[in-house]
């Protein structure tokens, strides 16, 4: 049953992929079979982000575990971004379930990842999670913004969930046929995957400081400042 109330925000995804995206989600949107609902495409989502963390522990096994990984987060975007695609399609929205179930599972798929990342032979497992603290910063940043400004916003300088899905089956790709070749510098030995990670996670802490600044900035003014 959907809810009778419509969400009163607005989303916002102005990702670089989404040209490609929107059309391709759009058209399996319409050819999804009736069986298939929106609920089993968030489970899909989440199972595949248990295959990816799996396949990256793996990978202490054999490095061709990457492909399963790289599987794995195809899959995950599969589910975790066709799901609501499917509900707005066939007009069955549940905006608050959909909403909570939805971002509930993601923060814990995020966990997950993470933590089968940083146990895999490529990454320090420190940089794993301080990149998950990143990327928890930024969801918690967004739900905020959703309820303060009514704008569910999902990317920044055009980067989303989708493009940090490529830079890593393009990592993992790299890695399988070059290994993961390290990289001397006055901070310490990086190797690539390494590297990867750390420029994301600046990307995502620089991001965070800058879009909460602005927006304590805006909503002071908005609100006639600090009162005496």
Known sequence: ???????????????????????VLSWLAAHMPSWVTPDMLTATGFIATIITA????????????????????????????????LARYRKIERPKY??????????????????????SPFLDFRVALITLVGYMLMANLVYILTYVKGEFRISYLGLGPTEVRLI????????????????????????IYNV???????????IYMVVTFTNANALAKSEGGTKK
């Open 196 to 206: 990867v990670l750390v420029i994301i996670s600046v990307l995502l802490y620089v």
């Open 54 to 85: 799996g396949s990256y522990i793996l990978c202490h096994r054999s490095t061709a575990f990457l492909w399963l990984a790289s599987f794995g987060i195809l899959l995950n975007w599969f589910g975790d971004s066709l799901d609501g695609t």
């Open 98 to 119: 959909g909403f909570f179930i939805d971002h509930t599972m993601d923060g814990l798929g995020e966990v997950i990842f993470a933590m089968g990342l940083g146990l």
């Open 1 to 23: 049953m959907t809810d009778s109330k419509k969400t009163e925000h607005t989303r916002v995804n102005k990702i670089l992929l989404g040209p490609i995206e929107r059309p």
């Open 168 to 191: 890593l089956i393009i990592t993992n790709t790299f890695v399988f046929f070059l290994g993961n070749p390290k990289i001397d510098t006055k901070f310490g030995i990086f190797s």
